[in-house]
């Protein structure tokens, strides 16, 4: 009748020895087909978010608003953390800075300035108020 099917079939063998073989785990029975599961964002702001800044970079041919929404699209992990004393150094006044991540209250603004962050810490937003700084998020 044949022979008996509890060895591996001869192209699944890997032959060390003449009298010996082993099993390689990637016969027929053992595969498992892994494939990576698709990101999906819970939080509906940030997903209405992306979703507007990617409708601007159409509209309006701005690849700008393509790369925040990207940046934004990714882990958080990988988000910046921004302070507002790196603002302060390369913003110049008067100016508008938009910040794919998160700004963080370490330093101070001693110009006008608008600054668009998706998320900005307690203590950044009580920023004074005196200055003319507009700080969105």
Same mark, same amino acid.
């Given at each position: 009748?044949?022979?008996?099917?509890?060895?591996?079939?001869?192209?699944?063998?890997?032959?060390?020895?003449?009298?010996?073989?082993?099993?390689?785990?990637?016969?027929?029975?053992?595969?498992?087909?892994?494939?990576?599961?698709?990101?999906?964002?819970?939080?509906?702001?940030?997903?209405?978010?992306?979703?507007? &800044?990617?409708?601007? /970079? @159409?509209?309006?041919?701005?690849?700008?608003?393509? %790369? $925040?929404?990207?940046? #934004?699209?990714?882990?958080?992990?990988?988000?910046?953390?921004?302070? &507002?004393?790196?603002? /302060? @150094?390369?913003?110049?006044?008067?100016?508008?800075? %938009? $910040?794919?991540?998160? #700004?963080?209250?370490?330093?101070?603004?001693?110009?006008?300035?608008?600054?668009?962050?998706?998320?900005?810490?307690?203590?950044?937003?009580?920023?004074?108020?005196?200055?003319?700084?507009?700080?969105?998020?």
């Amino acid at each position: 009748m044949g022979e008996p099917l509890t060895d591996p079939p001869i192209a699944a063998r890997i032959v060390v020895h003449p009298n010996v073989y082993i099993a390689p785990i990637f016969t027929k029975h053992f595969r498992r087909h892994f494939s990576m599961q698709t990101p999906v964002k819970v939080n509906p702001e940030l997903d209405l978010a992306i979703r507007e &800044l990617k409708a601007l /970079a @159409r509209e309006h041919e701005a690849p700008i608003w393509r %790369a $925040v929404a990207r940046r #934004l699209e990714g882990p958080r992990r990988n988000w910046p953390e921004v302070n &507002l004393s790196k603002v /302060a @150094r390369h913003a110049a006044k008067g100016s508008s800075v %938009a $910040v794919p991540g998160i #700004l963080l209250s370490s330093g101070t603004l001693g110009f006008p300035v608008t600054v668009g962050a998706f998320r900005a810490s307690e203590a950044a937003r009580k920023h004074p108020k005196g200055t003319d700084v507009r700080i969105l998020g």
